[in-house]
């Protein structure tokens, strides 16, 4: 869809901004919430959050903001740099962007994406939430690294394909209608 590097860049934007947002909430509240809840004895996630001082990240308690600050920032620069480019590079390996159906080849995208960006954040993510208060360990770094991978991939599997995906390509049509149909335009009389 996007045809240009600024609409790579807008592109990339919203749908960290969204996925971000989506995995926070999702590691928090889904994979982390009944045990902060029990090791802080708080009745819910955000005041067992609030109980501990914020959430570990860098060995010391940030707030919510600057995780997902934090996060976004490291996945807009592994998107920009890593993820749009492979990921379109890969699914040019498999189908002919110019003969395949652009939903497959969406889709074929949004999989490649999802396949390097998971273990790649997952792999940025075990760095930022380990256990340094317990001493490091390479070992105990890989082992939350799997972790990670194993909670994560099927999460971002099914919410980039079903949810953010669609809405993020909504979103995208809506902001650039002008520049589609000036180029649907160009394909019809040429």
Not at 49 to 67: E, N, R
Not at 159 to 184: C, E, M
Request: aromatic fraction near 18%; proline fraction near 5%.
């Amino acid at each position: 869809m996007p045809r240009n590097q600024f609409q790579r860049m807008v592109f990339a934007f919203l749908t960290v901004l969204v996925t971000v947002h989506d995995y926070v909430f999702y590691s928090l509240y889904v994979v982390n919430g009944s045990t902060l809840m029990s090791v802080n004895e708080a009745s819910g996630v955000l005041a067992a959050i609030h109980k501990q001082g914020g959430v570990y990240m860098f060995g010391t308690y940030l707030p919510i903001w600057a995780v997902v600050l934090t996060e976004f920032c490291f996945a807009y620069l592994l998107e920009i740099c890593v993820g749009q480019p492979s990921s379109f590079a890969l699914a040019k390996k498999v189908f002919d962007p110019k003969t395949t159906h652009p939903v497959m080849f969406e889709t074929t995208i949004i999989c490649a994406t999802v396949g390097i960006m998971c273990p790649t954040m997952s792999f940025i993510a075990a760095w930022l939430y380990y256990p340094y208060y317990a001493g490091f360990n390479l070992l105990t770094l890989l082992a939350n690294w799997v972790k990670l991978v194993c909670f994560n991939f099927p999460f971002a599997f099914f919410s980039q394909l079903f949810f953010i995906q669609p809405l993020i390509r909504t979103v995208f049509k809506t902001l650039f209608k002008k520049d589609i149909a000036n180029r649907a335009k160009a394909q019809a009389n040429a």
